[in-house]
């Protein structure tokens, strides 16, 4: 992982660590890297994201429809996430009243630690299983 995504993570997204070759949590967020679950500090060259998949995101009580991924938020009509995993590209959406998107990443990789800090600009509180 390049040292600016390492600042990009928050605590208690996942990540896998390539030194003890498992996911884990990340506890803090210091200058030199990441404290992991083994209070242990990481740079950016012990750190990779983990790819968000179809299995991860029906774990996690998301709905298929096609290419298309849903989850129901506590107030449905108000907030509305999507994953799309399309040949072009990957899209997490966030659509407000069902009508207007007012957060939109394209990306080529999607990541777990993506949909936690979506999950949580959009105030739903959920942990992420893998």
Known sequence: M???????????????????????????????????????I?????????????EILERNGFTNYGESWYIPTKNDE???IMIGFHRRENVIDV????????????????????LQQVLRICGVNKEIEL
């Open 2 to 40: 390049e040292q600016n995504e390492l600042k990009r993570l928050m605590v208690g997204d996942w990540v896998y660590n390539t030194h003890n070759r498992q996911n884990e949590q990340v506890q803090q967020i210091l200058e030199l890297g990441v404290m992991l679950d083994y209070n242990d």
């Open 42 to 54: 990481y740079s950016a060259d012990d750190i990779e994201p983990v790819k968000l998949t179809p």
């Open 78 to 80: 108000d907030i509305h």
């Open 95 to 114: 659509w407000q009243n069902l009508k207007v998107s007012y957060r939109k990443t394209t990306v080529n990789k999607l990541y777990v630690h993506q």
